[in-house]
């Protein structure tokens, strides 16, 4: 079985500052891929960031990074320089074993204050 | 051009009435995830296939199954609504070959309502 959670519901930035949403895992297959996704209020689904169990460096694409530390199970997503655009909802979400079973975490709603 | 398409975007059902929810993908991806999404609530998932072996989640009710034809086609059938599964259903692909080709593509979802 496999688990992702993310323990703030809510956040909070102001403009152009950079925030870390956490987010901790665990599984028992040693080949999984982490993700996070955004949610806007329109419902549809971003992919932003994904970080693969053997990957040495953590990920990052433009303003976001992937803070992947294995030993403690967590890959903590930053968004530097946050624009009003990034409120919406983060999902981080694990995929591992041969099935390739995608479980997503609880999410965080992240606001972005002018 | 849209690669994974869930038909219809807006779906009103009766209660208990069976109702289908379709989902076509162009990418020919492996996997084909389904899950139901509530209000401010993370997508819970519902099943899923690699190829043609089926997935299911352990605390799915029997009321929700799915098909799988082919590749490109995956079905959720809900053989009676009750006003609990109002909800918008994802549906997701992923070449499930691990590393990044198991990124999950979304459908725009659909958003069940139960009258």
């Known amino acids: 079985a496999q688990k992702i959670t993310q323990t703030q519901p809510g956040m909070f930035v102001q403009e152009k500052e950079a925030v870390t949403l956490d987010c901790t895992y665990d599984?028992?297959?040693?080949?999984?891929?982490l993700f996070w996704y955004k949610q806007p209020s329109s419902g549809e689904m971003i992919f932003l960031i994904y970080?693969?169990?053997?990957?040495?460096q953590n990920a990052t694409e433009g303003r976001y990074s992937l803070n992947f530390q294995k030993a403690r199970k967590s890959a903590n997503l930053v968004i530097s320089a946050s624009q009003l655009g990034d409120s919406a909802m983060y999902f981080c979400?694990?995929?591992?074993?041969?099935?390739?079973?995608?479980?997503f975490g609880s999410g965080t709603q992240l606001t972005v204050l002018p | 051009d849209a690669m994974v398409i869930q038909n219809p975007r807006y779906q009103v059902t009766q209660f208990g009435k069976p109702v289908t929810l379709s989902c076509s993908q162009t990418?020919?991806?492996?996997?084909m995830y389904w899950y139901q999404q509530k209000s401010s609530q993370a997508p819970k998932l519902l099943f899923h296939?690699?190829?043609?072996?089926?997935?299911n989640e352990a605390d799915t009710p029997d009321n929700f199954q799915s098909r799988r034809p082919n590749t490109s086609f995956c079905f959720l059938d809900i053989r009676s609504p009750g006003l609990g599964d109002a909800a918008m259903y994802l549906c997701?692909?992923?070449?499930?070959?691990?590393?990044?080709?198991?990124?999950?593509?979304f459908g725009q979802g659909t958003r069940l309502t139960v009258v």
């Open positions: 997701a692909t992923s070449r499930g070959l691990g590393q990044k080709a198991d990124e999950a593509f």
């Open positions: 599984t028992s297959d040693p080949s999984y891929g």
């Open positions: 970080q693969g169990s053997y990957d040495q």
């Open positions: 979400a694990i995929i591992s074993g041969s099935a390739r079973q995608l479980t």
């Open positions: 990418l020919n991806h492996n996997v």
């Open positions: 296939y690699y190829d043609k072996d089926f997935n």
